[in-house]
């Protein structure tokens, strides 16, 4: 049983930045991988960024790629979702996510999440 919990969300101008938290609890986290999705509404669940606990292999969503980064601190059980040049189109509730590292399903796929935070809202205005 993993629980996620973020943090950081909160109202940014368009080109601002934030760094979203997301702090695991849990036995064998680091043989889990975490990603982040967003979903704005009327919107299907988004990935944006997931990185593998061990080893902190990381993967990005074209659209995010270059302005955004993914981060882990294993000795605080804690990802970072370090969000720059944000942009209107950026808004969205975020979520926090894991998956085994070697169980079925991609890491860019949202289905293949068992454990999900309650999110955490990032709005970017213009």
């Known amino acids: 049983q993993v629980q996620l919990v973020e943090s950081g969300g909160g109202l940014v101008q368009a080109g601002g930045s934030l760094r979203l938290s997301c702090a695991a609890s849990g036995r064998g986290l680091s043989n889990y991988g975490v990603g982040w999705f967003r979903q704005a509404p009327g919107t299907e669940r988004e990935f944006v960024a997931a990185?593998?606990?061990?080893?902190?292999?990381?993967y990005y969503a074209n659209s995010i790629k270059g302005r955004f980064t993914i981060s882990r601190d294993n000795a605080k059980n804690t990802v970072y979702l370090q969000m720059n040049s944000l942009k209107p189109e950026d808004t969205a509730v975020y979520y926090c996510?894991?998956?085994?590292?070697?169980?079925?399903?991609?890491?860019?796929?949202?289905?293949?999440?068992?454990?999900w935070g309650q999110g955490t809202q990032v709005t970017v205005s213009s």
């Open positions: 996510a894991a998956k085994l590292a070697g169980s079925i399903g991609r890491l860019t796929t949202a289905r293949s999440y068992g454990y």
């Open positions: 990185i593998l606990l061990s080893g902190g292999s990381t």
